[in-house]
């Protein structure tokens, strides 16, 4: 599976391997949920 670059306006980038099919879905920042203060509201 290709390894696609995503950005979060609040944490900043991050990359994910994803499916060819699924590179426009929004995928949650992950940081999200995080105990120690990571990101609570975005998604890219």
């Given amino acids: 599976m290709p ?3 995503y ?4 944490c ?3 990359d ?3 499916p060819m099919a699924a590179v ?3 995928e ?3 940081a999200f949920g995080e ?6 509201d975005c998604l890219v």
């Fill in 35 to 40: 105990a120690d203060g990571g990101c609570s």
């Fill in 16 to 18: 994910l391997t994803r």
């Fill in 24 to 26: 426009a879905a929004s």
């Fill in 12 to 14: 900043g980038p991050f």
């Fill in 3 to 5: 390894t696609y670059p």
């Fill in 28 to 30: 949650p920042c992950p």
């Fill in 7 to 10: 950005r979060c306006d609040s």
